[in-house]
């Protein structure tokens, strides 16, 4: 078995990890205090190749889904896949493809940081659907309890992604999963 196919192994089993464990810091700020869930998923989707990214967070989805309390605050179960905040989960999907299908080691900071834009809006476009949906809420409630608390937090997350990024990139530059 190559380096890169062990690598291409290890990386979704790692980046669920991660997610799982940033997922239960929680910092307190203001009224709604956020977690570092988005952090990871921002991390893997800059970092990793879209399978790899998508995996880690399939992986993470799949280990709450059967009730191991791995999503933010502790909690996991079937339910929370399908609950009122459901959309946000699934949202994690499809930020971690949009994000890394338009990222490479080479990819500019502004690029990296309007990739993981992009990927922080969708799911927060995800989240109020569930919201709007699946919480019965009206589309401006949903707006205002999934969107408003996060729009600060999610920019300092995504900054720090940008800027972490490249210095991870340079440091695995001699990886050959990193160079391609």
């Known amino acids: 078995m190559s380096k890169k196919t ?8 790692f980046g669920a990890a991660l997610i799982v464990v940033l997922s239960q810091i929680v910092i307190p700020v203001g009224t709604v205090p956020f977690t570092l869930q988005t952090l990871a998923i921002g ?12 995996l880690s967070v399939s992986l993470y989805l799949l280990l709450g889904g059967i009730g191991l ?44 940081f309007l990739a993981n834009l992009l990927g922080a809006i969708t799911t927060l476009v995800l989240g109020v ?23 600060v937090s999610d920019l300092v997350k995504i900054l720090a992604i940008t800027f972490i990024s490249k210095p991870i990139f340079n440091a695995l530059k001699q ?6």
């Open 175 to 180: 990886e050959e999963y990193f160079n391609q």
């Open 69 to 112: 309390p791995v999503f933010a605050g502790g909690s996991g179960g079937f339910s929370a896949l399908m609950g009122p905040t459901a959309g946000f989960l699934w949202g994690f999907v499809v930020y971690a493809l949009t994000t890394s299908f338009l990222i490479n080691p080479r990819t500019s900071l502004v690029v990296i």
């Open 129 to 151: 659907l569930g919201l709007h949906f699946l919480a019965n809420m009206t589309w401006q409630a949903a707006f205002s309890a999934g969107v408003l608390p996060f729009i």
């Open 6 to 13: 062990t690598l291409s192994l290890i990386l979704p089993a």
């Open 43 to 54: 991390l893997i989707a800059t970092l990793f190749r879209p399978r790899e990214a998508v």
